[in-house]
């Protein structure tokens, strides 16, 4: 069983910074940060393989936000900078035990309650 928990959302006007934190519990292979707005499909933003520390991001995200583990801490990050008013959102933290594709969410068996991010113009 896997249990994560999610911290760091907020409110940030445009241009500024916010870290995401999930604390993780349990054996997965990999672990990815997705968003999700009213209305909308829930969105792949970045994943990191567990062992290898390989990551991937969306485009709209690269250069701007950064992925990244302590495993000492058992502890996934997600490290946004440059805000914009179109990454508002809810963030969930997944993780996986299965190959496939990683923005897919269902692939992911486990995921955090979601922390709410809100960039203001």
């Known amino acids: 069983q896997v249990q994560l928990v999610e911290s760091g959302g907020g409110s940030v006007q445009a241009g500024g910074s916010l870290t995401l934190s999930c604390a993780a519990s349990?054996?997965?292979?990999?672990m990815a940060w997705f968003r999700q707005t009213p209305g909308k499909e829930r969105e792949g933003v970045a994943w990191i393989h567990e062992e290898s520390g390989h990551t991937y991001d969306i485009e709209t995200v690269r250069g701007r936000f950064t992925i990244f583990q302590d495993s000492a801490k058992n502890t996934l990050y997600l490290q946004m900078n440059s805000l914009k008013p179109e990454d508002t959102g809810m963030y969930y933290c997944a993780a996986s035990r299965r190959w496939g594709t990683w923005s897919d969410p269902r692939i992911y068996d486990y995921w955090g309650q979601g922390t709410q991010v809100t960039v203001s113009s």
């Open positions: 349990g054996f997965r292979q990999s």
